[in-house]
């Protein structure tokens, strides 16, 4: 292993009588006992006291002015986590994240892992929270699923206060022109509420503005959530937010949030957002948590700024990108990595044995029984996304997250299959273990890395039409026989392309549950229609994004929202949040 810690030596794992297996994950993160942030930071980085911006003991946000993130600076190597399609069996990719994080550091290895920030949407709805699972966790596990330290809140207002002065610029007098039919700016929320998808604003005379067709979304889907995520710098992030399209005039000219003089204030509600968030795994090893979710209607990956950061204070950073491979990897080269000049350096696949015989058509009551046959059907998922990301020229680990009633017999299937593709599997125990599971998953990656840096490769250039980097994705990465625009959205690429964004990359929003728009394909078709039917540009976050299918961006409740499980119980403390 050529990678060593370089400077500290790493915490040593919580000496923890952790609670028997099946205990809720909100219980088992608080059998631990959280360090303070402000001590671990100093010990693992060097960083002193007033870099941090503590929220209360645990979690704080990092004053970028300490960290070093010039090029001359020494720099990281990073780790992309995938999965593949996700199923309602699991596969754990945050999971594998933490767990994998902390088997770097009992090896040796100054390491941190970067997340997502979870919404309140699926914390309430279906998906639940996203601080990792069993013994590989994000603590406080709390405070990090619900209101953690307020940046979706300042993402939500900087949105809807852009709303507010867009309706009141046209009530008083409308200096730029724009066109009421054209505006394009919504609002947003971060909970998700189908009765609000669409909706008329401005009734009830002219006293209270002028009457449009609007909406609201979720707020993980909001530009500025994006901006936020790619933004490298307050500059750069007062930059972005100014190229944000708002709408258009009659002529079709398009009107800009530097048109109305407001991006400013809107930077003003995001300073302390843009700092990424540092809180700690189970093992008290540092995590990044910093940014937007839901790579099916967004670009799905953690900041930029985190990463930046974390690459500055380690010799490896673990990240993740949103859903599977088809998502979430491929947006994270295709417009993060092309936005911002970061390569990952290696890359995870996540797979459960569970997982493979759901998309081989066993029904989730029988996954417990073995099943080579369907698991082997099943593995055809898991091998379109190793092709997938050997096309951008990176040799994946296949992770076998394990679950207590998976056979030898299936480990052995899904290694042989990897082995065939030219990659190597290693199952891992992370969620039972934490990072004594994932040691050899951790020495497995740290050997892929000692082989060489990887050349990545984008999937297109930017000189190529938008149809055509949208076909591009559908046909290499979806394995789709062909895509169809509808008229609007034939339109609205032409009208991108003629305003000069046709270099922009392009963020498909569709299902995550399948390759193709249908969320009840499973395993890996070949062949199917990708329908696009309408477009949008984002002008600020720098890519445009094609929505398929239909996707939507404020998703609904569950026939039962997880809201109706959790509570308090009589000491005060959070029950239900999983």
């Known amino acids: 292993m050529s990678l060593q810690y370089s400077k500290l030596t790493p915490a040593t794992p919580p000496e923890t009588d952790f ?46 002015a300490y960290v070093d993130t010039s090029d001359s600076a020494p720099r990281g190597k990073l780790v992309l986590v995938t999965a593949i399609t996700p199923t309602p069996a699991g596969e754990g990719k945050t999971t594998t994240s933490v767990g994998l994080n902390d088997g770097f550091n009992r090896l040796g290895v100054r390491s941190s892992v970067c997340l997502r920030e979870p919404s309140l949407g699926p914390c309430f709805g279906m998906k639940g929270g996203a601080a990792g699972g069993g013994r590989a966790q994000v603590i406080p596990m709390e405070d990090i699923n619900l209101h953690f330290n307020g940046d979706f809140h300042a993402i939500t207002t900087a949105h809807n206060l852009l709303a507010s002065l867009i309706d009141n610029h046209i009530h008083w007098g409308n200096e730029t022109g ?58 750069d992030l007062k930059q972005r937010l100014g190229n944000i399209i708002i709408g258009r005039r ?29 809180v700690q ?18 670009h799905g990956c953690n900041s930029v ?39 990952p350096d290696a890359a995870v696949v996540v797979c459960t044995i569970r997982a493979l015989k759901m998309q081989g058509g066993v029904p989730r009551s029988q996954l417990s029984v073995p099943d080579l046959a369907a698991l082997r059907e099943g593995a055809a998922n898991l091998e379109r996304h190793v092709r997938n990301l050997q096309q951008f020229g990176l040799t994946p680990v296949v992770c076998i997250n394990r679950f207590p009633d998976d056979t030898e017999e299936e480990m052995s299937l899904v290694q042989s299959i990897s082995e065939s593709l030219g990659v190597r599997a290693v199952p891992a125990d992370h969620w039972a273990l934490g990072g004594e599971g994932a040691t050899e998953l951790a020495q497995a990656v740290l050997d892929q890395m000692d082989e060489g840096t990887p050349e990545v490769n984008f999937l297109y250039e930017d000189s190529l039409p938008l149809a055509d980097k949208i076909r591009t994705i559908a046909t290499r990465i979806y394995h789709a026989g062909s895509v169809e625009f509808t008229t609007v959205a034939k339109r609205q690429l032409e009208e991108y392309e003629s305003l000069g964004f046709g270099h922009l990359p392009v963020c498909i929003a569709k299902t995550q ?35 398929c299918g239909d996707i939507m961006t404020m998703p609904g409740l569950p026939r039962h929202p997880a809201a109706l499980d959790i509570a308090l119980d009589e000491n005060g403390l959070v029950v239900g949040l999983t």
């Open 305 to 343: 700024t985190a990463t930046r950061a974390a690459l500055a204070l380690n010799d490896v950073v673990v990240t993740e990108a949103g859903f599977g491979a088809d998502l979430g990897a491929e947006k994270f080269i295709d417009i993060k990595c092309r936005h911002t000049g970061l390569r």
């Open 513 to 547: 549950y399948s390759f193709s728009a249908d969320s009840s394909v499973k395993g890996a078709p070949s062949g199917h229609m990708l329908p696009v039917r309408e477009v949008r540009l984002a002008a600020g976050a720098g890519f445009v994004v094609a929505v």
């Open 19 to 64: 609670p028997p297996p099946g205990t809720p994950d909100i219980e088992i993160a608080r059998s631990v006992q959280p360090q303070s942030i402000l001590l671990l930071a100093q010990q693992r980085f060097g960083l002193p006291g007033e870099s941090l911006v503590p929220f209360g003991h645990y979690k704080a946000k990092l004053d970028m």
């Open 250 to 278: 009659s002529d079709m000219t398009p009107v800009t949030v530097r048109d109305l003089g407001v991006e400013g204030s809107l930077t003003v509600l995001l300073k302390e957002a843009l700092q990424p968030n540092l």
């Open 281 to 298: 795994s189970l093992e008290h090893n540092p995590v990044f948590i910093h940014g937007g979710p839901f790579a099916n209607i967004a």
């Open 178 to 235: 724009l066109d009421p039919r054209y505006v394009s700016w919504r609002r947003v929320m971060d909970l998700t509420d189908r009765s609000l998808r669409n909706m008329v604003c401005g009734l009830g005379g002219a006293a209270h503005g002028v009457p449009r067709e609007t909406g609201f979304d979720i707020t993980v889907s909001s530009e500025i959530m994006a901006i936020l995520c790619l933004a490298d710098g307050r500059a």
